[in-house]
T-cell receptor
Framework: EDQVTQSPEALRLQEGESSSLNCSYTVSGLRGLFWYRQDPGKGPEFLFT???AGEEKEKERLKATLTKKESFLHITAPKPEDSATYLCAVKGSGTYKYIFGTGTRLKVLA | KAGVTQTPRYLIKTRGQQVTLSCSPISGHRSVSWYQQTPGQGLQFLFEYFSETQRNKGNFPGRFSGRQFSNSRSEMNVSTLELGDSALYLCASSSGTGTTEAFFGQGTRLTVV
């Protein structure tokens, strides 16, 4: 069964303190791994899509990487406005649904 | 380009009632998926429609149903509401082909009292 596990559940960082969020996945035939950011009471906002091991994508202070079993979202020198819940999702072969992890709640303190 | 629009944003219903939520996808997108989000369970997949056909269904009781119209707009219906149905209901829009990402609406917050 396709499954996504994210860690840690919650993370508190000081402004400027870099860190990484983990997304471990089990999927039959990975067709895509997706990262989203979600602010309280709002819908998830798309960040990145990764398709194959070794692929990396960057956007401002965020960098996503992918291996055959996990993905990392690296946050460099975070700012308070980066505070949000970060969600990881996968799509496997033979299915049209996205399987989401339960997310990492990130809090960046000024 | 307009994003995904969900209506209404907030709903309060009484146990036993039914409710209909609406989703208008991004123009040109033919796939609409619905998710239930609760604090303890995260995003749980309800169903996905593509060109008016349901292609995938999650593990929810038959009280949860949906449909898609020829213009790709989608509705989901929950009958005989229970307290546990209180959640944020999210609609996601995608092209439905290949491995493209999904874009979400702002959600409908349903409270069952």
């Amino acid at each position: 069964e396709d499954q996504v596990t994210q860690s840690p559940e919650a993370l508190r960082l000081q402004e400027g303190e870099s860190s990484s969020l983990n997304c471990s996945y089990t999927v039959s035939g990975l067709r895509g791994l997706f990262w989203y950011r979600q602010d309280p009471g709002k819908g998830p906002e798309f960040l990145f899509t990764l398709y194959s091991a070794g692929e990396e994508k960057e956007k401002e202070r965020l960098k996503a990487t992918l291996t055959k079993k996990e993905s990392f979202l690296h946050i460099t020198a975070p700012k308070p406005e980066d505070s949000a819940t970060y969600l990881c999702a996968v799509k496997g072969s033979g299915t049209y649904k996205y399987i989401f992890g339960t997310g990492t709640r990130l809090k960046v303190l000024a | 380009k307009a994003g995904v629009t969900q209506t209404p944003r907030y709903l309060i219903k009484t146990r036993g009632q039914q409710v209909t939520l609406s989703c208008s996808p991004i123009s040109g997108h033919r796939s609409v998926s619905w998710y239930q989000q609760t604090p303890g369970q995260g995003l749980q997949f309800l169903f996905e429609y593509f060109s008016e056909t349901q292609r995938n269904k999650g593990n929810f009781p038959g009280r949860f149903s949906g449909r898609q119209f020829s213009n790709s707009r989608s509705e989901m219906n929950v009958s005989t509401l229970e307290l546990g149905d209180s959640a944020l209901y999210l609609c996601a829009s995608s092209s439905g082909t290949g491995t493209t990402e999904a874009f979400f609406g702002q959600g409908t917050r349903l409270t069952v009292v």
